[in-house]
């Protein structure tokens, strides 16, 4: 595996220097000060090639942009609106000049207003360190108590409702407000930071919008950027839903092995490929990540590694250690190596550290701390080492 580390910027507390002292030979990072639907230039590009590639305190890097965690769909084109065609020309622009600058993957997602979702960024383990999780009764009580989403009630059960209210009760008005902040304020990637009536509103845009009509929609998308891809060598790469499973009302399309049947049966073309985040398709119990792999191996182009512990009860989970959750990270680093054995290269990145150790004293970004993500790149390198010699053996 070509072993990656997400970078936000300049602006990221990990810093380019800290980077270079993992080990990794590549940079995951996306032009994040550029709107969403706007082109990005050439010359911004280039800009954030640089800051990869030279240090202003060791010289050269030896690091190289190669991965862009994304290029955001525009809300308009989710939706179908009018504009999206002229939205659509803007990100087929942006995929023809970061090729023109050498970078020929994109990661993308087709989420609808969220990117991923958590009810709690720094959930306290037994051990220490600080974690994201979700937790399916923190979510019903924003859903049923404090947005008041009309028809909330009939997406969860009378356990998980009568668990929210008395949750709901106990919480005081700071804890209300961090929950609120947590959901909705907007996390690293998210499009927007909504208040409780913008997201609302963000909301009700979305119920005339079916699955059928997202999917629609997605294909509609492709269609048209997938033969500009094509044209330059880029290669996409989609994100799955995060949590693999509707939340809010809104529409998912890419949760469970199923939908990438249906998404390449559709759209053949090889530059239609996937992000395999193990964290997020690991929410779901029903989803075995080494047979997803094994199954749609040849659309594998980037995975992220980490972990999660599902609940017995309910659809609540946390980010566990990279080998300590429900995924079998031993059967699926030996499928991504297997990829790579008979087909292509497979970047990776590790995803969502714990903060813990010096990081707890440090204002990071929710789940892209230094140590923690160190630490599962670290266990995630043995696990492939050990991996790697057993398949030379065979």
Known sequence: MIESWRWYGP?????????????????????????NGDIWPVDEIKKRQQEVAHSQHLGPTNLNWSIVESVPVHEAIKKGLPERDKLIDH???????????GIHLIIYNFMPVLDWTRTDLARTLANGVKALSFDEKALAAFDIHILKRKDAINDYSAEIQNKAALYYESLSK?????????????????????????????LDEYKPISRETLKENLCYFLERVLPVAESVGTKLA??????????????????????????????????NGITLCAGSLGARADNDLPNLA??????????????????EHDRS??????????????????EILNIEKRSHAVYMRPDHGHQMLDDLNKKTNPGYSCIGRLKGLAEVRGVAYAVARELESQ
């Open 91 to 101: 990100y087929c622009q942006s995929i023809k000049n970061l090729a023109a600058c």
């Open 174 to 202: 700071e804890q209300k407000d961090r929950l609120t902040k947590t959901i909705i304020a907007g996390l690293p990637g998210a499009e927007e930071s909504f208040t409780i009536k913008d997201f609302q509103a963000a």
């Open 294 to 311: 094994r199954e749609f191996g040849d659309r594998i182009y980037f995975t992220h590694l980490r972990n999660v512990r599902l609940s």
């Open 11 to 35: 602006k990221d507390p990990v810093s380019i220097e800290d980077i270079m002292q993992t080990g990794v030979s590549d940079i995951v990072t996306a032009l994040h000060h550029i709107p």
């Open 317 to 334: 989970f946390y980010e566990a250690d990279h080998l300590d959750g429900n995924t079998d990270m031993y059967a699926l680093v030996k």
């Open 238 to 271: 989609i994100h799955p839903d995060d949590p693999p499973f509707e939340i809010f009302g809104l529409p998912r399309v890419i949760s469970i092995a199923e939908d990438y049947r249906w998404l390449f049966e559709k759209l053949p073309s090889k530059a």
